[in-house]
C-alpha cells in the first residue's frame, strides 16, 4: 500500500544541545548549510512521502516556516538579481506539504506519535526521528516501504547493527531472520535499552518505522512486526559527538566542500600534532 505520510516528532527540548537550544530548535541547528531537519524531510520526500506530520511544541515555529514561502525573503533575492538564491528558497518552500500538530507536555515518542491520530486516521504512515540522519543510496523509509509492501503491508521498524557493548544505549530487536541475507527479521519483542549481558541481538532502532494505522492503539501485539537492517550510514545529530560527525563526514561526502574540509583537517593535524 501506498505510504504518503510521515509523522516527524520534534517536539523535545534538545537539553544536550544547550544552550543553542534555548532560542532555536536543535532541529533547525544547520550541519554545512542545511538545516537538520532539511535531510530528514529530503528523505522521506525520496521515499515517496508527500505529507510530513511534524509533532511540535513551543519555541519550535522555525521549522515550519522553513518549508514554507517566504515573500519578503524572495522579494528582497529579486530585487538584488540573486536568482540562484531565490531559486533554492522557492524550492525549500514548495519541498512538500506540512501540517503541526502540538504535544502540550513532551510526554516521549511514543505520546507525541499519538498526536497525530487524528491526521493520520486510516492509512499506514511512517515515523522520522527530527534528529536523526542517514545517509545512503536508497532512503530508508523507502526500504522499510519495500519490506513492508513484500510481507502483506506488515509495520516495520529500521535497525542497525551497534556495537555489542553499546546495546545499553538503544532499544534493542530479538526476532528470526526470514530471508537468505539476514537483513529481515520477523519481530517477536523489543528490549528498551538492555545491558550487553542481557540484549536479545545488537540490532538497535535508531528511529525509522512504517506502522499500519492500527498500531496507534495497539502498538504491535497481535500483529506481524517485521525489523529490518537497513543500508545507509546513520548520524546521531542529537548529541554533540554525533553532531561533529555527521558534519566532518557529510563536508567530506560532498563535492562543493570535500576538498576544504581535507585541507582543513590536514592544517590541523599539523598545527595540533595530531598523528
Ligand atoms: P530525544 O530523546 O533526542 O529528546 O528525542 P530531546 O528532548 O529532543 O533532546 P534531549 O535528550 O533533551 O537533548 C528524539 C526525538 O523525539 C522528539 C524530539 O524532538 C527528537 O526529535 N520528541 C521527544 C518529541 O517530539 N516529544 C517528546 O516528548 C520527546
Redesign the pocket.
Known sequence: MKIRKAV???????????PA?KQI???MIPIINLPMIHYVVEEAILSGIEQVVF???SGKQAIEDYFDRNFDLEDFLVKNGKIKELELVRKIGNMVEVTAVR?K?????G??VLCAKDIIGNEPFAVI????IVLGKNPVIKQLIDVSTQNKDASVIGVMEVDPQETYKYGVVKGQFTDATKRTMKMEAMVEKPKPEVAPSNLATP?RYVFKPEIINMLAKEQDVFAHVFEGNRYDT??IEGYLNATLEIALLNDATSETMRNIIKDKMTKFNIK
Open positions: 516527524i516528532p520534534v517536539a523535545g527540548k534538545g537539553t544536550r544541545f544547550l537550544t530548535p536543535k532541529e509533532i511540535t511544541s504535544q507536555e513532551q510526554l516521549g515518542l505520546h507525541a526521528l527530527g534528529d536523526e528511529g542529537g548529541n
